[in-house]
C-alpha cells in the first residue's frame, strides 16, 4: 500500500556555488527554506518538480523534500533537510558563521 503523500518542498544545489537552494512560487530559487514553495498536492508536486528541473543550466540534483507548515514558512520534517540547509559542518563558514544559525 503506498504511503500518503505528505507536504514537500523542492530542494537543489546552486550550480556555481554549491549552496542548498529552494524553489520558489515565482520559479525563482532562493538559499531561505522559508521562502521556499510548500506544495500539498502530489500531482503538482511532480509538475512543480519538472519546472524545476528545466533550470539545468543554474542548479543540480532537484528534488522533493519532506517538509511542514511552520510559523515563518516551510520547515524540514527530517533531519537530513535540516542539517542541508544549516551548511558544511566541517568548519564554520558561509551560513554556520552567523551565531543564528549554529
Do not use: C
Request: aromatic share 8%.
Amino acid at each position: 500500500m503506498p504511503r500518503p503523500f505528505t507536504p514537500k518542498v523542492i530542494t537543489a544545489n546552486d550550480l556555481l556555488e554549491g549552496d542548498v537552494i529552494y524553489f520558489t512560487t515565482a520559479n525563482t530559487w532562493t538559499r531561505h527554506l522559508s521562502e521556499a514553495e510548500l506544495i500539498t498536492d502530489e500531482a503538482e508536486s511532480q509538475l512543480r518538480l519538472l519546472e524545476a528541473e528545466k533550470q539545468n543550466l543554474t542548479i543540480v540534483g532537484a528534488y522533493l523534500a519532506d517538509a511542514k507548515a511552520g510559523e515563518n514558512g516551510p520547515e524540514p520534517t527530517h533531519f537530513r533537510e535540516d542539517f542541508r540547509r544549516k551548511g558544511p559542518s566541517n568548519y564554520r563558514h558561509g551560513k554556520q558563521e552567523a551565531a543564528a544559525h549554529v
